[in-house]
Structures are given as C-alpha cells and as structure tokens.
C-alpha cells in the first residue's frame, strides 16, 4: 500500500505541475491583438461624385499606421492604373496622396495599411467621375 500511495501523490504533483505550466503560459503570454486599421472619414467618400480634374485623396484610420509601408492606388474605369502622388505628413492615423482623374464613371481607390502593431489591412473606397471637369 505505501507504494500505490508514493506513486499516486508522485501522479497527482506531476499533473499538478502540468497545469500551473499551462496556466503561467497562458497568464504571461501577449494578449492576441485584435486591432484592424479601419478607415473612419475618406477623402473621396465611398459612392461620391466627384468632378474630373485634381483629385485630393486623404483616408484616416482608427488607429497609428505606419506610413513608409502603406499604399495608396488608383483604378480607372477602363481598368488601367493612375498614378497617386504621396503627399507628406498627413499625420500618424492617416494617407494622402493627389492623382488626377481623367474620365468619367466608377473608380476605385485601393489601400493597404500596417497598422503599428503589425496587422496588415486592405480595402477600397469606390467613387464617382462625372464629366465636368473642375472649374480651376
């Protein structure tokens, strides 16, 4: 009988350690981040019309990106790519860029952000070329 008891109490400590070592793990490992860069105002607004000519673009985010790895890009409506000039400092929770919108119809502009704590998040606003151009 003292042996089966030896081994028992020998079971129940190495079970016993098992599970504060999960449990430690599990109290000093980072929290999952659940932080997505969401846009909350764009500059143009999502199904907006907006005249041919220059065209401002200015996205801000939820929370800090980090610019030098986000991008801005512009599709016509024939499909084909136009260019978008970055534009500085837009601040820490923003990208702007300018771009001229040549033709009317549907564009769309394509973002990718990293947001500062390393999630990448993509998405489009999509918006209207009428065919007035801009009075200068």
Not at 29 to 58: C, E, F
Not at 85 to 107: E, I
């Amino acid at each position: 009988m003292p042996q089966f008891r030896a081994r028992r109490t020998r079971q129940v400590l190495r079970a016993m350690r098992g599970s504060l070592a999960v449990v430690a793990i599990a109290a000093f490992a980072p929290a999952a981040a659940s932080a997505h860069a969401i846009v909350v105002q764009a500059r143009p607004a999502m199904n907006a019309t907006v005249p041919q000519g220059d065209l401002d673009i200015k996205l801000d985010f939820n929370s800090r990106i980090d610019a030098r790895r986000s991008r801005l890009s512009l599709i016509g409506p024939d499909g084909s790519p136009a260019p978008v000039a970055s534009v500085g400092d837009a601040g820490p929770n923003a990208l702007a860029g300018r771009a001229r919108a040549t033709m009317a119809g549907q564009w769309k502009l394509r973002w990718q952000v990293l947001s500062l704590d390393g999630h990448v998040t993509r998405g489009e606003v999509s918006f209207s070329v009428g065919n007035k151009p801009s009075a200068p």
